[in-house]
């Protein structure tokens, strides 16, 4: 496979990378600026849903400046950017999935919560995996509720735990471990 020639566009939004990673403020605004049209055209082009790709260019965004002291001027910016918003598309189709797995049909749907159980998660699960939930470490049977029953992102559920994310991300790895040897492999 032949590399692709870089356009003039991405050549200079090259040149306005590099200034920016030399402190240059404006080049930063206007590479920000130059890059959003390509950027909110091929995440379009992914993920094909508005919604969706408004949220990965936020998150491409994010990422590029979080990591822009990883690009190196001597390789092309193009393809830099493209594999960030590849892999931002690619986690958010990867969540999409993950929740298309656990929507239910409402014929199938468990009666709703009573109040005095409203405020425990585990309230509306079956009875076999409520229990095994009990038998989890408080670490973990917290990371399994917060990312798993109650939908959190791995950011939202570590704030509230008040950890990082790598250590709900292990806890969360471990419950669901757990919990599928409890159950037989049955746990998701």
Known sequence: MSAREETPAEVQLGR???AAQRGETAAYEALLQALLPPLRDFARHLVRDPNESEDIVQSVLLSIHRSRHTWRSE???????????????????????????REIALDDAPEPATPESADRPEAAIDPALAAAMKTLP?????AVELVHLEDLSMAEAAE?????????????????????????????
Do not use: Y
Not at 138 to 142: F, T
Not at 166 to 185: N, V, Y
């Open 16 to 18: 306005w990378m590099e």
């Open 75 to 101: 390789h092309p910016f193009g393809p830099w950017w493209r594999a960030i918003a590849r892999n931002a598309a690619t986690d958010a189709l990867r969540r999409r999935a993950r929740r298309a797995q």
């Open 138 to 142: 408080d670490a973990q049977r917290q």
């Open 160 to 188: 509230r735990a008040g950890v990082r994310v790598e250590a709900m991300k292990t806890r969360s790895h471990r419950g669901i471990a757990a919990l599928r040897r409890l159950l037989g492999g049955k746990a998701s």
